[in-house]
């Protein structure tokens, strides 16, 4: 049964080696072979703790008689990681020190999310009316400033005193900064023009470096790329555009000697493998009902809420166009986490 059975399952065996069965093996993309566990497992989980240690103090409760049912971080051959609800167990059948691993993928229900609007809950589909309302008022204020914008220029042009002057430069300048809010619109209405093409994930962020550790004013900015990502099929401006506003984001929570961690790694999810940009800072995190709602234009967690604008709801929008995902997690004292899913080109 194990070695037929269609669900991924591993053997524990005592001397901390593993073994596949075929639907196993198929996931893992290696051998069923026996292998050692740290073969399928990053050096850490995604709470921080060390996988090997966390794997060794499951496995003797579970040898006690107490199954385990958790959430897991793997990595396959090629260093795509992935998250498994699992389920941990003696093997009876094969010895008094064998356990048993069950594992069920995670992700299916965001990728659903991601791409059937149809299917989404109550407060999705209010969130998909809102977005639509948005391009469409967009549209139509970014016609009116093109006109205010136009007509300002051509008084520019014509000979005036210095007061007048300055008083068209200011007409010029507000119609400018609302041209910006209404592109922010329509980025989260996902209605923005786009121009799509294979883009290098590691190199686009490559590529930002010098401009991102300007813009942190201090604080510190380090990236962790995975090699051999692959590319993703994304509008590169607005991607670039979106990470800024993520990396900014998090500026706003530390303090000047702060620090904001950027890393790029595939993740293997329904309905195929992902690639996955990930800021995460060091500042005072978020109580879960604050990052529950971390996408909703105009929300802050700062006692002003002066410039909270569109903030993280234009990234969501842009994302998503782009056929992709975006997750906040936070906890107090422990930072904020942004990760942006993208399907592999």
Same mark, same amino acid.
């Given at each position: ?32 072979? #026996? ?21 060794? !103090?499951?496995?003797? =409760?579970?040898? %006690? ?43 299916? =229900? !965001? ?36 006109? $205010? $914008? ?13 007061? /007048? ?5 200011? $007409? /010029? ?7 910006? $809010? ?13 121009? #799509?093409? %294979?883009? #290098? ?15 942190? #004013? ?18 590169? =401006? ?12 998090? %500026? ?36 879960? *009902?604050?990052?529950? %709602? *971390? ?51």
């Amino acid at each position: 049964m194990f070695e037929t059975a269609q669900q991924p399952m591993l053997l524990l065996r005592r001397q901390g080696t593993v073994i596949l069965n075929a639907a196993a093996s198929r996931l893992f993309g290696m051998a069923a072979a #026996e292998v050692p566990l740290s073969a399928l497992i990053p050096p850490r989980q995604p709470d921080g703790h060390d996988s090997e240690r966390t794997a060794a !103090w499951r496995a003797r =409760s579970a040898l %006690r008689g107490w199954p385990q049912a958790f959430v897991w971080r793997f990595r396959r051959c090629d260093g795509v990681l992935f998250d498994c609800d699992v389920s941990l167990a003696r093997a009876e059948w094969d010895g008094p020190e064998a356990l048993s691993m069950v594992m069920n993928l995670r992700g299916a =229900s !965001w990728a659903r999310k991601a791409g059937h609007p149809g299917g989404l809950p109550q407060r999705a589909r209010a969130a998909e009316a809102v977005a639509r309302l948005a391009g469409g008022v967009a549209h139509d204020f970014n016609n009116l400033l093109t006109a $205010i $914008i136009g007509n300002a220029q051509l008084l520019m042009a014509r000979p005036h005193d210095a007061e /007048e002057q300055d008083s068209i430069c200011q $007409i /010029e300048t507000a119609a400018e900064r609302a041209a910006g $809010i209404t592109h922010k619109l329509l980025a989260y209405s996902g209605r923005e023009p786009r121009v #799509e093409r %294979r883009v #290098e994930l590691n190199g686009l962020v490559v590529g930002m470096h010098d401009r991102l550790q300007q813009l942190l #004013e201090g604080a510190s900015l380090t990236m962790t790329l995975s090699p051999c990502l692959g590319a993703v099929t994304v509008d590169p =401006s607005q991607l670039e555009q979106a990470v800024t506003d993520i990396v900014l984001n998090a %500026r706003q929570a530390v303090a000047r000697a702060g620090s904001i961690a950027i890393e790029t790694y595939g993740f293997l999810a329904p309905p195929g493998t992902w690639a996955v940009l990930s800021v995460t800072d060091n500042g005072p995190g978020m109580e879960p *009902a604050a990052c529950a %709602r *971390a996408f909703e234009p105009y929300f802050s967690t700062r006692e002003t809420r002066v410039g909270a604008g569109l903030g993280l709801s234009a990234v969501e929008g842009v994302i998503r166009q782009s056929g992709g995902h975006v997750q906040a997690s936070s906890r107090p004292g422990r930072g904020t986490t942004v990760t942006i899913y993208l399907p592999l080109a």
